[in-house]
């Protein structure tokens, strides 16, 4: 139990780690650390109380993202996105709407008549 807690930890820390020097995403990491350690103290909690799994580390991410006091976190610029459409996007975009429809239809659908171009 306690190498997968230190593990989760340093894994997180890492991950992170990249963003520090980058000029946008720099300024939400103290944010991201503060929830990171509120929930690894929180699995530390449940772990030594009942031990971790798949589900108990859900169920505590949703008790604490329902309980989570906002004036916990730092007020930051609001993150702006730009899309910008590549020239070929078709060859993307067409292949993976037909895979969703396909899957998520409640359609039939004859597998050996499908055909994409």
Do not use: M
């Amino acid at each position: 139990k306690q190498w997968y807690q230190r593990r989760v930890r340093v894994h997180k820390r890492d991950l992170f780690s990249r963003f520090r020097t980058h000029p946008t995403l720099s300024e939400h990491l103290p944010n991201i650390d503060t929830v990171l350690g509120c929930l690894s103290d929180r699995l530390e909690q449940r772990a030594e109380q009942e031990g971790v799994s798949v589900t108990g580390v859900q169920e505590v991410i949703e008790e604490l993202a329902r309980q989570w006091p906002s004036d916990r976190l730092q007020v930051t610029p609001v993150l702006k996105f730009e899309y910008i459409e590549e020239a070929e996007s078709n060859e993307f975009f067409v292949p993976y709407i037909w895979t969703l429809i396909f899957s998520q239809s409640t359609l039939y659908w004859d597998t050996s008549r499908i055909t994409l171009r």
